[in-house]
């Protein structure tokens, strides 16, 4: 039977790693023994032998889920964090991400702050910051067929790897231009170091709001990179005469595009919600998530 505490953490684990098994069970023991409960999916149980029986389960992953929850941790890439906000999103609970990952720019810690990542969670020692979303709409012909959202990036893309989409980009309702490409990555700033920085687009700080439109191996001289106001309305419209086209929304939620499709990009209407244990700058972050060269740096003149 599961114990009814005070305060209760819900944990998500990429459980497919061995690492993210021994982390979490290092998590779940740590957060009990200073008396808060811990709450996990069934799925992820079955992979924890070590869980105790006092860690409350739930089927599946909604917003519901997370009722009666202060946080979610996350144990993970940035993949695994990308799942976690699908339902922290709607239920406004904030999400602490644990890197487990290659780069893990949306974790606040990496594997080795395990210890850190408990004390900080008993003590409420941590920050919440928003990150601004994305509401994406498809169109076709005049009905809107599809509705979704994403913390990084909606795709569109290319379905046949022979074939160019044919594409023409608007901004607040005004034509920009349009080629042939392998498709547009619509991102926001915490997206423009994900599809977006591959894809050629600039690197945008976090704080800045700002909406991104980067193509993807455009045929065409003119295909740079457009950074847009967070209230602009970017739109890709996939021309008539060319193949089916595809939307992805943070490389998890898929739709087809048939030729004639518009999709809407716009702000998004509710944020994420993410919990910051350090203070350290973002530019930080950039050169040590990318390992970036800066020996014979000397700072300003004092």
Not at 44 to 69: F, H, I, S, W, Y
Request: aromatic share 4%; charged share 20%; proline share 6%.
């Amino acid at each position: 039977m599961t114990q009814t505490r005070a305060r209760t953490v819900f944990l998500l684990a990429h459980t497919g790693r061995p690492a993210a098994i021994r982390s979490a069970e290092l998590v779940v023991q740590g957060l009990l023994r200073s008396g808060i409960g811990v709450r996990v999916l069934e799925a992820e149980a079955a992979d924890l032998p070590q869980l105790p029986d006092e860690v409350g389960t739930v089927k599946e992953a909604t917003p519901q889920c997370l009722d009666g929850c202060e946080l979610l941790v996350v144990l993970g890439g940035d993949g695994t964090l990308l799942r976690g906000a699908e339902f922290a999103r709607a239920s406004g609970v904030p999400m602490l991400g644990v890197n487990l990952g290659r780069v893990g720019f949306l974790a606040e810690a990496e594997r080795d702050d395990l210890d850190k990542v408990v004390d900080r969670v008993v003590t409420r020692a941590y920050e919440v910051e928003e990150r601004m979303t994305i509401d994406v709409v498809v169109h076709s012909n005049g009905d809107v067929v599809h509705r979704d959202w994403a913390l990084n990036e909606a795709a569109v893309q290319k379905m046949s790897a022979e074939l160019m989409l044919e594409v023409v980009l608007e901004i607040d309702g005004r034509p920009v231009t349009g080629f042939g490409c392998d498709g547009i990555v619509c991102a926001t700033p915490t997206g423009s170091t994900a599809y977006a920085f591959s894809a050629g687009g600039p690197v945008v700080w976090p704080e800045v709001e700002a909406l991104l439109m980067v193509p993807i191996s455009a045929h065409a001289l003119f295909a740079k990179p457009l950074v847009t106001s967070p209230d602009s309305v970017l739109a890709v419209e996939v021309q008539q005469h060319t193949s089916h086209g595809v939307l992805w929304c943070d490389g998890r939620r898929t739709v087809e595009l048939p030729p004639g499709a518009r999709v809407e990009v716009r702000r998004g209407e509710v944020p994420v919600r993410l919990a910051r244990l350090h203070h350290a700058s973002f530019t930080d972050r950039l050169v040590a998530k990318f390992a970036l060269p800066v020996s014979g740096w000397r700072g300003a003149p004092h």
